[in-house]
Nanobody
Framework: QVQLVESGGGLAQAGGSLRLSCAAS????????MGWFRQAPGKEREFVAY????????YYTDSVKGRFTISRDNAKNTVLLQMNSLKPEDTAVYYC?????????????????WGQGTQVTVSS
């Protein structure tokens, strides 16, 4: 099993930046595919970004391409989401997720473990 704890959320102005961090505890972090999802009030949880076990092949939803960057450090059991050029529509609770067998990276059901979420609020 792996336990995930997000941090780094907060309030930012439009055009600003935030960096989210997801700390994983437990064994074999490097065996997990990792993703970031978000959920705005009244909306379904949506996919944001994905990274493979080795850190290659990052994948993003279209609305964040060119603005967000996902990365991981397997030695530190950490996944990061650097968010630049933030927009008010990025406001949501952001969740870190991990799975050992992920085929459809944008589907929440593919991930076995979830963090508690961190709030990101972007003001206009």
């Amino acid at each position: 099993q792996v336990q995930l704890v997000e941090s780094g959320g907060g309030l930012a102005q439009a055009g600003g930046s935030l960096r989210l961090s997801c700390a994983a505890s437990g064994r074999s972090f490097s065996s997990y595919f990792m993703g970031w999802f978000r959920q705005a009030p009244g909306k379904e949880r949506e996919f944001v970004a994905y990274i493979s076990r080795t850190g290659s092949n990052p994948y993003y939803t279209d609305s964040v391409k060119g603005r967000f960057t996902i990365s991981r450090d397997n030695a530190k059991n950490t996944v990061l989401l650097q968010m630049n050029s933030l927009k008010p529509e990025d406001t949501a609770v952001y969740y870190c997720a991990g799975g050992q067998s992920v085929t459809y990276v944008a589907r929440p059901t593919q991930y076995d473990y979830w963090g508690q979420g961190t709030q990101v609020t972007v003001s206009s």
